[in-house]
């Protein structure tokens, strides 16, 4: 038996065997619940975290004059960075802003503001 010979890990693998990972009906199930929360709901984008691609809003209204920007007020996979107080440019001091990140990836994606809206500006839309 050769013993110089290298093996490819391709040898090794049992590709009739479907890896645990692999699940067939997923695309279904995920539509399914996509459906379940939106129901009527008409939105202007569902929005996705640039850096990790996950899901953060399905239902959102794009700001009037900035189109990159979209406010909401339920979201998921996101978290609001209570510490870090912002104050808006050219605001009053007693309006204050937090900033919103990503709970997969804590990429920053926007703010919330004392009316409880998020501001998303740092999202990727898609329809």
Known sequence: M???RTVSSDDEIDYSVKPD???????DRDEVWVHKRRKDVTTDAV???PAC????CIDCQRHEKYVTQYRAMFVFNCKIKEIEVKHAENA???ELLW???CAV?????GVFDQDEVY???DVLPSN
């Open 119 to 121: 501001h998303f500006f």
């Open 21 to 27: 990972f692999y699940d067939s009906n997923l695309d």
């Open 47 to 49: 929005l996705s975290c």
């Open 53 to 56: 691609l996950n899901m953060v």
């Open 105 to 109: 990836c804590d990429t920053k994606l």
């Open 92 to 94: 009053k001091p007693e």
């Open 99 to 101: 900033p919103v990140c």
């Open 2 to 4: 050769d013993t110089d």
